[in-house]
């Protein structure tokens, strides 16, 4: 089964949350939300002459996925442009919440959402950039317009669609900060929906 917003299961699916948090160098801006725009940056950028990173969350609903004994695979997709022709590498984690309380999308500004050093405009991460475990999921290096996949452990989706409120979804970063180094990633609002963000999962029914 596949969920991509505008596209799978049906073209109704809207089930996807997602959002660039940035680091920035000026007061207070490291809680600006930025979940209603189409794409962003991901990566290392250069503002002034200090570089600031930029990490993409996203969380898929799966709860429809009610008759699961067991998840044999499972693999999230993302869309990216990286700038030519520099290479990129990406590495991804489960986001992690100890509060168990979830992030919140947000429609952009001040206060208003997930950012750099909150999860919903009000309560901070335990560590700005958000909490994630340290295992990584996979790393892939992109230097083109690249539809970036990373393979999901079953034990982790499993567990998400037993207890949906621990699905918090995953990040995705760069593995260099040391240069100015950064992709295009299209996000859930994109106009071309078959851009947006996709998670597949193979399952045996049942259970």
Known sequence: ??????????????????????????????????????SDTLGAVLLSTALYERRFIVRMDIS??????????????????????????????????????????????????????TIDGQAPWLSPGGDFLSSIIGEKTVSSDSVVTFSLSPALVMGWIKTPASNHGIVIKTTDISRERYAIVFEREYGVASRRPRLEIAYRPGG
């Not at 699916?13 to 007061?27: F, L, M, Q, R």
């Not at 490291?30 to 209603?36: A, K, L, R, T």
């Not at 520099?86 to 168990?100: C, I, K, M």
């Open 1 to 38: 089964m596949a969920f991509q917003d505008g596209v799978s299961p049906s073209a109704a699916y809207n089930g996807t949350s997602d959002a660039v948090i940035k680091d920035d160098p000026d007061a207070g801006s490291d809680n600006v939300n930025f979940g209603s725009s189409p």
């Open 64 to 117: 429809s996925i009610t008759n699961c004994s067991a998840v044999i695979s499972a693999r999230l997709s993302i869309r990216v442009r990286p700038p030519a022709p520099d290479s990129l590498t990406l590495e991804a984690h489960p986001v992690n919440l100890p509060t168990g309380k979830p992030w919140v999308e947000g429609y952009g500004g001040p206060a208003n959402g997930i950012s750099w050093s």
